[in-house]
């Protein structure tokens, strides 16, 4: 079965600053999907970014980017010139082709004025 | 206008008393899944559908019922509930296809809180 783990259960960074979310997985696939998620406080879930592992090149979208690191099975998050509206959970999750889908357990990040 | 809707948004019940959250989306999507949201766990998948007639456990299966009837609903139904399933529930709709990457991505409805009593 895969699993999902994000070692950082809350984070923090000033308004303006880059911050870096860590997400790690375990599969024994080759091909699946990976995502970001961030959920506000109105608990609405929105996709951040998408990486497919037969993709080398890192996604980005915006001031979103991620670090795909495939033998490592890492998919961090980094978030550039942060802003207050980027307060949310933070929640990395894994998707494989029979559509089993599995989230991390979400990190708090905070964005400070 | 594209979207998932649950209902009902917020339901308090007695333990054993059945119920069902339903699920729409209006986008003709094949795939629909079912997930809990608890503290300090992420999402769970409950189950998911990859087409109608067509469904399967997730990981945290027990407990729940589904059924996919037509395409664009998708029920959750709880027997017996008990109070370890006070959670929200998230239904989500995806119209993936295998490589097409993409089109992966899951599209959420509002949540359901529920609590059990």
């Known amino acids: 079965a895969q699993t999902v783990t994000q070692s950082q259960p809350e984070m923090s960074v000033q308004e303006a600053e880059t911050v870096t979310l860590s997400c790690t997985y375990d599969t024994s696939e080759n091909n699946y999907y990976l995502f970001w998620y961030k959920q506000p406080p109105s608990r609405q879930m929105i996709l951040v970014i998408r990486q497919e592992a037969y993709k080398q090149q890192n996604a980005t979208e915006n001031r979103f980017s991620v670090n795909f690191q495939k033998a490592a099975k890492s998919f961090s998050l980094k978030i550039s010139d942060s802003q207050l509206g980027d307060t949310a959970m933070y929640f990395c999750?894994?998707?494989?082709?029979?559509?089993?889908?599995?989230f991390g357990p979400g990190t708090r990040l905070s964005v400070l004025p | 206008e594209a979207q998932v809707t649950q209902n009902p948004r917020y339901l308090i019940t007695v333990t054993g008393k059945k119920l069902t959250v339903t699920c729409s989306q209006n986008m003709n999507h094949e795939y629909m899944s079912w997930y809990r949201q608890d503290p300090g766990l992420g999402l769970r998948q409950i189950y998911y559908?990859?087409?109608?007639?067509?469904?399967d456990k997730g990981d945290v299966p027990e407990g729940y019922k589904v059924s996919r009837k037509e395409k664009r609903n998708f029920p959750l139904i709880l027997e017996s509930p008990s109070p370890n399933q006070t959670s929200l529930y998230f239904c989500a709709s995806s119209p993936y296809q295998i490589g097409q990457g993409d089109r992966n991505e899951q599209f959420f409805g509002p949540g359901t809180r529920l609590t059990v009593l």
């Open positions: 559908s990859m087409n109608v007639e067509v469904t």
């Open positions: 999750a894994f998707m494989n082709y029979g559509q089993n889908f599995v």
